[in-house]
């Protein structure tokens, strides 16, 4: 009988385990599935999200090395939004929105990195 409840236990763990393991990977990919259903590879969007958040995180450093305002929108590369883009990605839109997001993030990094503490007009 204890040998039965021990069996029991086993497999709810087990598949309490299995399930959580999958659900971390479907949520995981979740945000590249959504730009896949827009028309960008796996490799479009990592590239695009790599560039779009190194470029903003230089961006946003040399904005606040050089005490400008915190604005992501005057940069030519955030407006563009294509840097890196190949035509085998898939939609240079949906590549776009991948490259924005990732250089608001990295440009908000790097602007706080370097402005602690100090004035900003």
Do not use: C, P
């Amino acid at each position: 009988m204890k040998t039965n409840s021990i069996r029991t236990l086993f497999k709810a763990i087990s598949v309490m385990l299995a399930m959580s393991i999958v659900a971390g990977t479907v949520f995981s990919t979740a945000a590249q599935a959504q730009y896949r259903r827009r028309g960008l590879s796996n490799e479009g969007y990592r590239v695009a999200r790599e560039r779009g958040y190194s470029v903003g995180l230089d961006r946003g450093r040399d904005d606040a090395d050089n005490h400008r305002s915190f604005d992501y929108n005057h940069s030519e590369h955030y407006r563009d939004g294509d840097s890196g883009y190949h035509s085998e990605y898939g939609s240079r839109e949906a590549y776009r929105v991948a490259y924005r997001e990732a250089f608001r993030n990295g440009y908000s990094t790097g602007y706080r990195q370097r402005s602690r503490g100090r004035w900003r007009r």
